[in-house]
Structure formats: C-alpha cells, structure tokens
C-alpha cells in the first residue's frame, strides 16, 4: 500500500538526483564535470591585482573558458571551482542586474557554474551553487553533511507521540494520513520506515546545494539546504535544514523575514511576512504568511496559515486559515475547511499531558471564537459550520452538513454546557456556501500532482447522510427536545423535534438529488452512444461502474416511480429549486444588512446580481434544456 502511494519517487525525485550527482560527480567537477582547468599563471596574477586572495591558488580548479575579468575583491579557501561568467546582465531583481561573476565575497570548498553571480557574500562554504544561480547579499551560507530535513519525526495529531509521520521531500497528504491514521497496521509501518530509511540515506549530502537559477538575496543566514531550480529566498531571517522544491513554473518562495527550519517546502509554496516554519512540511502551493507559525504539521495543497497558529496537526488541501486563532493536534486529511478569527481548536491537555486530537472533517468551518475541547471527532460529519462562540465539549458528531451552534434556550434536564445542533441544516439553509466552494476551489487550486474530489455530494457523503437520516428517524419516541441518549451521533448537543425533521427532509432531499443527478449522466452517455433503447431498463440492470452503481441502488431505495423521463422531469425542478434557495440564502444577508446598515443595498450587491448565483441559474437553465432534449431523444 506504501509502495502504490509513494510510486516511484526514488527515481524521479529532482532531490534524490541533484544528490546523486553530487555524490557521483561525472569527473573531477559536480558543476562542470571533466571540463576543468588549473588556473594559469597571467589568471593568478589578474585575480591578484584584481584584489582577490587564497592561501593556495592550486587548490582552484576553473572551466576552460574562465576568465578573471569577472572575479573581484574576494577570497578562496579549500578546494574550489569556478565556471565561465560571460553572461553581461544578470538578474537579481526586477530592475537590478549585474555581469555574471564573483565580487566582493569569500568562499570556501565550493563549485560555483557558469554565468552563476555571488556578489557580497560574507562567507558561503561547501555549496554547490548551480549555472545561473545568483547569491546576493547575503552574510553566512554554510553546508556539511545534512538530509536537508527529511527523515524526521513530524507529531501530527497527538503532540506527545503516537501518530507521527517521518518527512520526505515529495510527502503527500494521502500519504501522512495513512501512516498516521492506520497505526495499528505495522506492515504499513513497516513499509514506510523502510522506505524512509532508503530515501534518508539517498539524499544524504556532503554539501549544501543551489540549484539553476535560484535567487538567494539579503538573507542573514543559510545552513544545509537545498534550494531547487529558481527558487527565491529573499529577505529570510533563517533558512536553516530545509528542502526548498521549486520549477520555473513553481517558484517556491521564502521571504521578508520569515524562519524555516527542518521543514521542506515543495514547488509553488511560499513562507512570507514573518512567518515561522518548523519541522514541518508545505506540500505544493501552500503557504505561510503575516507571522503565521507552521510547527510540527503538515499542510495541505492550497493550504494557508496566516497570522494564527498551527502546531501538531494534518492539514489537507484548502483550509482557510487568516487570522489570529491555533489550530493544535488536528487530524484534517480532506481539508477544505476554515479556522476563523479568535479560533481555539486547541484545548488537548487533560492536566496531565497534552495528548488529546481532533479529527476535523472534510469541510468543517470553525467561526470567530470558538473552543473546541479535546478529543472530538468530526470525521463523519463533513461540511458542519460550529457557530461563532460556541464551546464545544469532548464529543463524537456523526451529522453532515450541520450547524452546532450557542444554546437558544436552556432546557430541564439538559446540560448547560450542550450546544444545539441543526443536522443537515447547511443544505437547508446556506447551499451557497457548498455550491460556490465546489467552484472556488476549482478555480483556486493550483497543485499539479494532486487529484482533488471537489464534488461535495458524492457516495461516500452520500452514505453517511444515509445513516445520519436513518439515526434521526428511529427515534422511540417523538419529542420536544433530544439528547445523545435518544439520537446516536449528535455528540453532547441537544436535537429539537424540529430541527430532527428538518434534518431528514434535507438528507432526504439531496440524497433524491444526488441519485437523480446520477441518472441524467448516464441517460446522457446511452443517448451519446446511440443506445437509448437500454435506458428503460437501467434501473433494474447492474453495472460494472461503482459510481453508477451506486447512484442506482440509491435510485432504487429512494424512489417508487420507475419510469425514467418522470424522473427526469424531477430532476430538473429539484436543480430548478436548488438554484432558489442558493439564491436566498444569500439574499438573507441582503435583508439583515438593509435592517442594521442605513446604506447597506448601495454599498452591496443584491444577490440576484451576485456572480455565483447569476452562474448557477444560467447552470439551472442549461440543465432544464438537456433534459428537455433527452427526453425527447428518449421518444415514446
């Protein structure tokens, strides 16, 4: 199972081979190979003049091209190479270039390539600095034998052990959740602690290495990193046991101020504005900015911490993370999330140890304020909105799509400390937010080596709204107000009779409304084939595809009516009545915002001018009108 999510990055990895090739060098220069020269007497004497020194000018080896017109007031220590700098602009900045060459710096036990440009450098020593690359002010560049952080032991989940996750340069989320979710497989265990062993001891390196055009500019201090192909380091406090991936189409990035340590950053993300990484890994495009703090977690593709905290945790891909708030000990593969302003995702210290976790789902929204007592577990309640200030107690939520919010009233026999919880209530109330976050992160995503699932509804959601409806409609006995002890899987909150059925028609309608969806697809693909005479009978006939299969047992379940263009029919008012209430539930906010701001519908768009819903009506209509021509296709 490791070997079918690691895949072959051993021998595709740009890390395990810009190692090897340091390792190995293809003759007597990693950078320049047998290509190399001693330099001649008239160079010495010109690098001299040129107010340049070395205690042993033998000990340079050079290209053959190498002119000493190029290298000025520096100094070489140890063994060193130095290519051909014939490049005239070079570029540091936008609008700052300089000839290629080496000015004002001092080396030791380094290769520097071809057209490469180091120019007031305090000291950097035992580097390989790749053709192209620039150094530019910078104080201290130091390498010796290092992995560039991998291999290490990442406490995701529980800071005080038990679900660690050791670090390779090309992690993916599916990874980290396995092996830090299936603990008790040990052949996984097994599996990956080889596998990591084997990686560790593959990109192990006697020298730092700058790779092809990587920018590393006004930074104070560097040890034993790897900075990939056009990276940008600029204005980083530290940079220090790190694993900078990065493409000309990926830049990653590290600047204004912001501390990476022991962490790996891969292609296109970025630490900025203060920002402190440690002993973490970014995976692609994720980022780190406005003195946001990345310790000991794992974030996702398109994953951003900025201002708050995250500490111990798996973040999957899109989580929203803005503002001031901590996010400890979370377990989040699938993501797609937020952490709102003023967030205490965190209480996981019992008085005796802080060894408590969250196990997030996909979707969750933390609003302003929040506590969240440990351990909780959501993982079976994806897309749940926990309302702004509510205080969360220990618990197990098994309800999708539902709203947990302050109690409206206090109720005989029932706790204070319960919140109320609305099942379902997001699909009701606030389908917006789901249908528009399909779209968003569609468009936002930026990974190329990451495939996402940006369907909310689909089967395996679908089978958890399945058995949160069966739970909400085997009550004993209908009441005014329920509790854990009546409804399994509303956690320590409490259920009114009202919100119970309001739960169930939602799960029900876009359980009816996922199948129906299912059902046009594949009348559309027979009708593409010219196979519509098979379409009368594909309820009552299995398929070999499991998503189809799927959505017809549901058909099945759900519905009595058996004739297909009835269904269909359905199926378009059903899109027809979604796009309404996307309508509405924005439109909710138009009309408290008229009741409490004086101006408020000049300032604000009206949601019937709002883009998104705009699009899912022209998306509505689009629907009705295939369906019209299915049907008709369908004939008699």
């Not at 000990?59 to 002119?67: G, P």
Request: net charge neutral; hydrophobic share 40%; proline share 3%.
């Amino acid at each position: 199972m490791i070997k079918d999510l690691t895949g072959n990055v051993m021998e595709t990895s740009e890390l395990v081979k810009a190692v090897a090739e340091v390792k190995k060098p293809k003759g007597k220069s990693v950078v320049l190979g047998d290509a190399v020269r001693k330099l001649k007497a008239k160079e010495i004497e010109k690098l001299i003049k040129n107010g340049n020194f070395s205690p042993d000018w033998d000990n340079i080896l050079v290209a053959k091209e190498f002119s000493p017109d190029r290298v000025f007031h520096s100094s070489f220590f140890g063994n060193c190479v130095l290519g051909s700098f014939l490049e005239n602009a070079v570029n540091v900045d936008k609008n700052l270039s300089y000839p290629s060459g080496i000015y004002n710096s001092t080396i030791t036990d380094c290769e520097v390539g071809c057209n490469a440009l180091v120019m007031n450098v305090g000291s950097i020593s035992n580097y390989i600095i790749r053709e192209d690359a620039v150094i530019f002010n910078c104080q201290s560049i130091v390498g010796s034998e290092s992995a560039f952080g991998n291999g290490l032991e990442i406490g995701i989940a529980i800071e005080t052990g038990g679900r660690e996750v050791l670090s390779y340069a090309e992690m993916t989320i599916p990874v980290a959740e396995l092996v830090a979710g299936r603990r008790a497989d040990k052949q996984i265990q097994a599996d990956y602690k080889a596998f990591i062993e084997k990686y560790v001891k593959a990109v192990t390196c006697p020298k730092g290495i700058i790779c092809k055009k990587a920018i590393v500019r006004n930074t104070a201090k560097i040890a034993n990193t790897f900075i990939g192909a056009s990276a940008l380091i600029d204005g980083a406090t530290l940079v220090k046991e790190a694993t900078i991936l990065s493409n000309a189409d990926e830049v990653t990035e590290v600047t204004d101020g912001a501390y990476v340590t022991q962490s790996i950053l891969q292609w296109g993300s970025e630490a900025t504005s203060m920002a402190i990484v440690a002993k973490s890994i970014m995976t692609e495009h994720s980022h780190a900015e406005r003195h946001g703090k990345v310790t000991e977690s794992i974030l996702g593709p398109n994953t951003g911490v900025a201002e708050g905290e995250c500490t111990a945790s798996l973040c999957g891909p899109f989580v929203g993370f803005h503002h001031q708030s901590l996010l400890i000990a979370a377990y989040w593969p699938e993501g797609k999330g937020n952490v709102g302003y003023g967030a205490n995702v965190g209480s996981n210290h019992t008085g005796k140890a802080p060894d408590q976790e969250i196990w997030c789902g996909e979707g969750t929204f933390f609003g302003l304020g929040v506590n969240i007592k440990m351990p909780t577990d959501l993982s079976r309640a994806p897309y749940c909105i926990i309302a702004t200030a509510v205080n969360a107690l220990p618990q197990k939520v098994e309800m999708p799509f539902s709203l947990i919010n302050t109690p409206a009233a206090l109720h005989p026999g029932i706790s204070p400390a319960y919140n109320e919880i609305m099942p379902g209530w997001v699909l009701s109330d606030n389908i917006f937010s789901v249908k528009r976050n399909e779209g968003k992160y569609e468009k936002r995503n930026k990974a190329k080596r990451t495939k996402f699932t940006f369907e909310a509804l689909r089967p395996d959601i679908i089978d958890l709204m399945l058995e949160a409806r069966k739970r909400l409609s085997s009550v004993a006995q209908t009441k005014e107000i329920y509790t854990d002890k009546d409804v399994k899987g509303i956690g320590k909150n409490y259920l009114s009779e009202e919100s119970r059925k309001n739960g169930i028609d939602a799960y029900t309608f876009y359980i009816k409304y996922y199948a129906l969806k299912g059902l046009k697809a594949k009348v559309a693909e027979l009708v593409s084939e010219k196979k519509a005479k098979e379409v009368a009978g594909i309820l009552d006939t299995a398929s070999a595809c499991p998503r189809w299969e799927h959505e017809r047992k549901v058909l099945l379940q759900e519905f009595s009516e058996r004739d297909v263009k009835a269904l269909l029919k359905q199926y378009a008012d059903m899109t027809v009545q979604i796009a309404k209430d996307v309508e509405d539930s924005k439109a909710k906010d138009d009309k408290r915002g008229v009741r409490v701001i004086p101006d408020y519908a000049e300032a604000h768009e009206a949601a019937k001018d709002n883009s998104f819903v705009k699009q899912t009506w022209a998306e509505t209509e689009a629907t009705k009108k295939e369906i019209e021509e299915l049907i008709k296709k369908l004939g008699n």
